[in-house]
Each structure stands twice: as structure tokens, then as C-alpha cells.
């Protein structure tokens, strides 16, 4: 009994490199299961594809003359769009680990507390890559051409990341509120969907409404969309990419102590 005892006294604070290879290794742990889940890569890659073949060669041609020109304009709106979909996958997993009892199982293990949380985040930020790099590829080969340079192309990576990890955020919050998986899906049709189809990801400004005109200008969609758009081509991006980065950093600010808040109460 007094064995038992020590072992439930434990304490759960570990120092802080201790809590970055727990991290690392449950990061380690999300990745090596799409080898045992192919239906999860194949999301990740078919998805990407199937919209960028079908904006393209649908809506290429009725907006913007023809498929190159509208590539060009369309690309990185389609790769901002599947970035911040993606995002939503975390409050996904996160939602199906709780539910399925993983959080419970890593719990009675001495490991940090946050860790389960960290490594999710920092598993889907690594699937994020391989997506935008999906995409990004295949657009080059249809036709889509760099002007930015490799500087720009890592830029752009870079701050898509960024803005992915914060909106991931407002997806954990979702997945610890959600009671199963589907209901965080839901969160995705009726908030995500809408907000990055009322933008210019997809068209230009100047073709919608004047009363929708003046939402799109400030959607941190299009602000995104315009950032991607100017690092790859070598336009113009630097106050696109700071309003990005000040919109990632607000939207953190906000979300990601009440998503830990929430995270500490529910595990």
C-alpha cells in the first residue's frame, strides 16, 4: 500500500528539457501511425491534389481567361486554404485521443503533462510541411512559377507554419469542448469553410459585391493568401506578411491560454 501510494504521489513536473523529449517522442508517436493509418496520408495528399486540379482546370478558364494565368493567382490561396483546414485535423486527433482514452493511458505515465498536447501540435506542424510541399509541387508542374526565389519559398513555409500553429489553437479548444470528432468537423464546415471562401484565395477582390469587398479586405484569409502570393511571385509581401504575423500572433494570444486552461481541466 505505502508502495502504491509513493507511485500515485509522484510528482508530474519534470524539468524542461525532460518535457522536450517527452514531446519529441510523442510527436515521434503520431507520425510513425500513418503507417499503421494510410487513410490519414492519403487525406493529406489526395485532398490537396483533387483541389488544385479541379480550381484549376474548372475555374481557370472562367476567371481569369485561362488556366496558367489563374494558377498563378489561385495556388497560394489553395495552399492557405488546405493549411488552415489542416489545422483543424489537430482538434481532431486531440478529440479522438480523449474520447479513445490515450490521454488516461499517458497520464499514469511520468511524463510531462503537457507533452500529449506539445507532440500532437508538433506532429500535425510536420504533416503541415508535407502538405504545403505537396501542393506546392504540384503546381509547379501544371504550370505555377517561383519569381521569389528560395528565400521566398521559405519564407512563405515559414509563415504559413506560423499562422497554422495558431489557428490550431482555436482547433484544440474545439477538440477538448467537442464531446466526439465529428462535432470538430462540424467546427470546420461552418467557420473555416465560409472564412476562407470569403476571401481572394480563390478570386480577386475586385469581382465580389462592394459590401462583401469590405470583409475580404480585412479576412486574415486574404491577408495570408496576398503574403503566400508575393513571397513566391517576388512582389510586394512585406506588410502582408507583418499584418499575417500580427494576426497569428492575436488569434495565439487569445485562444492558446484558454485551450490550456480547458487542457488542464479535462485531463
Given at each position: ?66 488556366t496558367g494565368d489563374y494558377l ?65 509541387g504540384l503546381g509547379v508542374i ?126
Amino acid at each position: 500500500m505505502t508502495t502504491a501510494a509513493a507511485t500515485v504521489a509522484l510528482p508530474r513536473r519534470v524539468n524542461p528539457v525532460e518535457a522536450l523529449r517527452h514531446t519529441f517522442t510523442l510527436a515521434w508517436r503520431s507520425l510513425v501511425q500513418l503507417k499503421h493509418n494510410p487513410l490519414e496520408l492519403l487525406d493529406l495528399s489526395i485532398q490537396p491534389i483533387m483541389f488544385v486540379v479541379l480550381f484549376t482546370y474548372v475555374f481557370g478558364g472562367a476567371i481569369s481567361g485561362s488556366t496558367g494565368d489563374y494558377l498563378m493567382f489561385a495556388l497560394p490561396g489553395i495552399i492557405v486554404q488546405n493549411a488552415i483546414f489542416a489545422s483543424v485535423t489537430t482538434g481532431v486527433g486531440l478529440n479522438s485521443d480523449l474520447t479513445k482514452g490515450v490521454f488516461d493511458r499517458l497520464r499514469s505515465l511520468p511524463i510531462a503533462r503537457s507533452a500529449p498536447l506539445a507532440g500532437r501540435i508538433l506532429a500535425d506542424t510536420v504533416k503541415q510541411v508535407w502538405s504545403i510541399a505537396l501542393i506546392l509541387g504540384l503546381g509547379v508542374i501544371l504550370g505555377f512559377r517561383i519569381h521569389g526565389g528560395v528565400q521566398g519559398v521559405l519564407g512563405a513555409f515559414v509563415l504559413l507554419l506560423v499562422f497554422s500553429l495558431a489557428v490550431s489553437w482555436i482547433a484544440v479548444l474545439v477538440g477538448l469542448l467537442a464531446s466526439e470528432p465529428e462535432k470538430v468537423q462540424i467546427f470546420a464546415f461552418v467557420v473555416v469553410f465560409p472564412l476562407t471562401f470569403t476571401s481572394n484565395a480563390f478570386v480577386p477582390t475586385d469581382t465580389m459585391p462592394g459590401w462583401l469587398q469590405k470583409w475580404v479586405d480585412i479576412n486574415p484569409v486574404t491577408i495570408l493568401a496576398d503574403a503566400v502570393r508575393g513571397l513566391l511571385s517576388g512582389g510586394a509581401a512585406a506588410t502582408y506578411v507583418v499584418q499575417s504575423l500580427l494576426w497569428a500572433v492575436a488569434i495565439a494570444a487569445v485562444f492558446a491560454p484558454i485551450a490550456v486552461r480547458a487542457f488542464k481541466r479535462r485531463v
